[in-house]
Nanobody
């Protein structure tokens, strides 16, 4: 069984910073790429950033230079991905979801698993 638990959302003023965390865990799993997505009210879920198992990051243009994604591989049973957000703008307001690509047990394929989401509100 796979668990993704997010934390770190909240209310912040424009120009401020927040750090999101997402811990992916389970027995007999192997975790590959991890990433962050966000969904603002009335809009589709958008990609924010991803990071490979080896630590190579990629960012959406809208957050490049302001957000930093990182991960702690820990052990095979638990990996944690972080999103350090700086110079936050009101348009960054959204529910942020983490996603992890995970292979379980003896399966020959991997699947995407999602966290429960955490609200980030940027407002004065």
């Amino acid at each position: 069984q796979v668990h993704l638990v997010e934390s770190g959302g909240g209310l912040v003023q424009p120009g401020g910073s927040l750090r999101l965390s997402c811990a992916a865990s389970g027995s007999g799993i192997r975790i590959y790429g991890m990433g962050w997505y966000r969904q603002a009210p009335g809009k589709e879920r958008d990609w924010v950033a991803t990071i490979t198992r080896g630590g190579s990051p990629n960012y959406a243009d809208s957050v490049k230079g302001r957000f930093t994604i990182s991960r702690d591989n820990g052990d095979n049973a638990k990996n944690t991905v972080y999103l350090q957000m700086s110079s936050l703008k009101p348009e960054d307001t959204a529910v942020y979801y983490c996603k992890a690509n995970i292979r379980t047990g003896w399966s020959t394929r991997s699947d995407d698993y999602w966290g429960q989401g955490t609200q980030v509100t940027v407002s004065s």
